[in-house]
């Protein structure tokens, strides 16, 4: 399960521009779990107002079932962030389907404190991007309002220095922290995009790579690395063949009045049987979406 205790599914985050009409049409029928429609980054300054009114729009008359949907502000530093925030609250009251709002560049959880007031009864998301916010990912974590997170790992290597490699080590630390804070908290934690869209070799070496860390799923920037990812962060049938199997054993064990099971040649304990529970609910979160 992820967050909360759900299984929702949030292997494929896609960044989509607020302000691209064609491509907020296309979403509605692409695989992807959730998508941040994108006020900061992926528009133009010339472009920030209009592409408000755009993405609005979409998100009261268009259809993006059980994808969830994620507005991405422009940061209260700017001149378009208190606008933006102003903009939707009214837009949800008037029948937008917003289902989180994420914030740029959250450094301390003041920051999330000056959106909260400004949005109230919306789940609150954080971009992990600053080296401040690596330092102070727990107290984020821990903000009441917080859903999840998202690793801007090009911000961070930006404010790092760093060069990059293909293991991400430069990146370690920062990941690890966010990914132990999201977990400690119980919140939803999605890694940061592979920039080379047309590097699948690439994009399923860092999906693997976050998998096992335990993050969530992915942000992508292109509709062509959702196929990768979704493989990636869902249970695999050997996972499920297992997990079936544990319980099973299990479950015959705690009948027979033993505390434990033998799988494989391998203790099997309750502890394993949460994760099993865990991995069958993600399958079939999965299976219900139909990508």
């Not at 209260?76 to 994420?102: M, N, P, Q, S, Y």
């Not at 998301?125 to 401040?132: C, Q």
């Not at 760093?162 to 400690?184: E, Q, V």
């Amino acid at each position: 399960m992820t967050a909360h205790g759900t299984s929702r599914p949030y292997r494929s985050v896609l960044y989509i521009p607020g302000s691209k009409e064609r491509a907020l049409e296309k979403a509605t029928g692409l695989a992807c779990d959730a998508i941040i429609f994108d006020l900061e980054d992926a528009v133009a300054v010339d472009e920030k107002v209009n592409a408000r009114a755009i993405l609005a729009k979409a998100l009261k008359e268009a259809d993006y079932g059980a994808r969830t949907r994620i507005v991405r502000v422009n940061g209260l530093d700017t001149d378009w962030g208190r606008d933006d925030l102003r903009a939707f609250a009214a837009a949800i009251r008037e029948g937008a389907k917003v289902d989180a709002i994420l914030i740029p560049k959250v450094s301390r959880k003041s920051d999330l404190d000056a959106v909260a007031d400004l949005i109230p009864g919306v789940p609150l998301w954080a971009m992990m991007e600053t080296a401040l916010g690596m330092l102070n990912a727990a107290e984020i974590a821990a903000h009441p309002r917080l859903e999840g997170m998202v690793m801007g790992t090009n911000d961070l290597a930006k404010e790092l220095q760093s060069r990059f490699r293909a293991d991400r080590l430069p990146m370690m630390a920062g990941l690890g922290t966010c990914l132990l804070a999201a977990k400690a908290f119980g919140k939803i934690i999605v890694d940061g995009v592979y920039n080379a869209f047309k590097d699948e070799d690439g994009l399923k070496v860092e999906c693997d790579q976050g998998r096992d860390m335990g993050f969530d799923g992915k942000t992508l920037i292109h509709p062509a690395q959702l196929a990768i990812a979704n493989a990636a962060f869902a249970p695999s049938a050997a996972e499920i063949d297992l997990a079936e199997r544990q319980i099973a054993a299990f479950e015959e064990a705690e009948k027979a009045g033993l505390g434990v099971a033998v799988v494989d040649g391998k203790i099997v304990e309750n502890l394993h049987i949460v994760t099993a529970r865990q991995i069958l609910a993600k399958a079939e979160a999965i299976a219900a979406l139909g990508n």
